[in-house]
């Protein structure tokens, strides 16, 4: 029988496809792929044949046929088709990063996955203008900025409704509170957690493996060992397509004196105009600017 599905987890050449019938098949991918050199990621949508027999011994096990096109992928974590990346800081212990903040939001946006920030820890308040100064940054820039707090639950039911219906993943430094938000959104989710990972046998976690968990119409990747994605390895390594990632920047591209501008100082460069006429927020151009002499400093051996 064939059947469509949504990769929930790859480990060891092995997948697990969540298949339209409700069930969990173990799969293996045909030999085509390999050639192709095409790896299967969690969150691909594919097409698998439940009689081929890949192991007599697995009950549902099926072969994946099809790999229907890719939204995006992520090299690091390995995921596709992703919707959401929350990208998650905390107002106070640890304090923003801004930086990484940018950078992440960059490699969404780059990869056309929707940004959104998450600032917890709201309930440790004890400078209201500071909370301001990050949101007004990030409205400015069109990014969508939720303020949390995981003790009182404020803001939660906010960032629950996003994830209904979507592939999202969570992003931030450790001890941002990334699992208490987790907890304070799916109050069962470890016990979830636990009954797939049961499901679906196979192995530990390690750092190359995501694995989506079904939650609330919605799948939440769970990506351990990552705190920050990978701007060398998401598509962020071309200081010419930096730009892209700055969606705020986008109404003054193009429009700068100097067609070879990189919008880092130049004269007659559109997007610092837009800066000091406060349509661009100085913080956003400085990340801007310290990811683009971050990226030419970095060597083609140091890629990929
Ligand atoms: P993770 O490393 O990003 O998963 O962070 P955790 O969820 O483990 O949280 C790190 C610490 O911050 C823990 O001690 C949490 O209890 C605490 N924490 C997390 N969220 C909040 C919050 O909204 N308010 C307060 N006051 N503490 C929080
Ligand atoms: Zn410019």
Redesign the pocket.
Known sequence: MKLSGLIIKGIGGFYYVEADDGKIYECRARGKFRREKITPYAGDRVFIDTDAIIDSEIENSAAIDEICERRNHLVRPPIANLDNLFV?S?LK?PSPDLLLIDKNIAAATINDIEPILVI?????IDNEDYLKTIKEIYDKANIKCIT????TNKGIDEVRNLLRGKISAFT??????????L?AIFPDFKLKTGETSKKLGRGRHTTREVELHKIDGGYVADTPGFSAFDIVRNGMNDKEQLIYGFSDFMPYFGKCQFTSCTHTGEKGCAVKEAMENGEISEQRYRSYAEMYNEIKGIKSWQMN
Do not use: E, Q, R, W
Request: no cysteine.
């Open positions: 998650i905390s212990d917890t820890k709201t309930d440790l949390v707090s995981n003790v931030g430094n450790s001890g941002v509170g990334k699992s208490s938000l907890n």
